[in-house]
């Protein structure tokens, strides 16, 4: 059988790399996607624990919520790169350094 | 080791593999496509552990929307690479890609510590009908709030990349 711990660890594993891809990716749309696989990972977490019987029905609903939120989160994310490009003309991260320019 | 840790290892490797190409590959398209299949890495061990609903959900608005949403973003804006994007491990990237290794491990040392539970055989109830009934009763309120953010959201993305120039036009 599978163990609870060994989905954590998964979990703990995709959350890592989705955080080193945030933190080391130059282009906006691949940061909102590295934000989805941490997203994703700790949604994992709680369909883990629901499985174990540590969490009743909230474990499921719990994910279900933070899947509607990555769709809005991304949703505006995306709209604020557009928005950035057509500023910039530029959607890296490191070329955006004025406000209100 | 048995059936059910196979598939879980095997789907386990298609995961972290389609997570490293989204996080690794400087191709847009191809880093979208390895987002894909991390996609559907995930919904497979949401299956797996007999999540079936949340797993169809996955497909649908991560796959079928967000998926497309990126596809979008990267026409609408044409992104190019710089070349600073390609391959260099500059000190940024670098200090990046160890403070997530130090988070990782933090987690996993946590993850390692705790006694380990076995996942029972049977599933506890908390498919589509149990869900649905929650979502009517006790959980009505923030399903309904949460549709409201969605919609408040959507409206806002629409009006955010609307272009100044159409904006004027109109005026």
Known sequence: ?101 | MDLAQLGFVLLSAVAIAGALGATTIDDLPRALLSLVLFFFGVAALFFMLHAEFIGVVQVLVYVGAVAVLFVFAIVLTRARLQATDIGRLVPSRVLGIFGAAVVGAGLAGVVARTTDVPLPAVAPAGTTAPIGEALMTRYLLPFEIVSVLLTAALIGAVVIALDDGAERRDA
């Open chain 1, 1 to 101: 059988m599978i163990s609870l711990n060994a989905v954590l660890m998964l979990s703990a594993v995709l959350f890592a790399v989705g955080l080193a891809g945030a933190l080391t990716r130059k282009n906006a749309i691949l940061v909102l996607v590295s934000i989805e696989i941490m997203m994703n990972a700790a949604n994992l977490n709680f369909i883990a624990f629901w499985r174990a019987g540590l969490l009743e029905l909230t474990g499921p609903l719990f994910a279900l919520f933070t899947l509607v939120i990555a769709g809005a989160e991304s949703a505006v994310g995306l709209a604020l790169v557009i928005a950035i490009y057509r500023h910039f003309k530029s959607v890296d991260v490191a070329n955006i350094q004025t406000l209100s320019g």
